[in-house]
């Protein structure tokens, strides 16, 4: 079920963080690492789930991991989560998700900027 595999998929990413942390991994988790697990939460539409996989990236970014910055695509993966969520506040959601990301671009703490689909 798909509510197993985006916990499986965090469960994961905690493991990845561990051992890099304890020498046992070369690296650190990457933007595109964390945006597959988002990517899992988004498939069932678990915002919480999302935004509390980004809200780590930016730590993890914020604490020296520079692989993690968030990117335009995981902004993108957390708006399409808040569009499958069927919350009645998705609209409001995806739009100030999307009004952050004009910030961000706007003052270069996020590169490129978003686009048409």
Do not use: H
Request: hydrophobic share 30%.
């Amino acid at each position: 079920n798909s509510k197993d595999a985006s916990r499986g998929a965090e469960k994961l990413l905690d493991t990845m963080i561990d051992k890099c942390k304890s020498g046992d991994l070369d690296g650190s988790p990457d933007a595109v690492t964390y945006n597959s697990v988002m990517s899992a939460y988004a498939k069932q539409g678990d915002v919480v789930g999302a935004q509390k996989v980004l809200d780590r990236m930016q730590m993890d970014y914020d604490t020296g991991n520079k692989a993690a910055k968030p990117t335009i695509r995981s902004y993108s993966v957390l708006i399409d989560c808040w569009a499958k969520s069927n919350r009645p506040d998705a609209p409001r959601g995806a739009e100030k998700l999307l009004d952050t990301m004009i910030d961000k671009c706007k003052s270069g703490d996020l590169d490129g900027s978003p686009d048409a689909v």
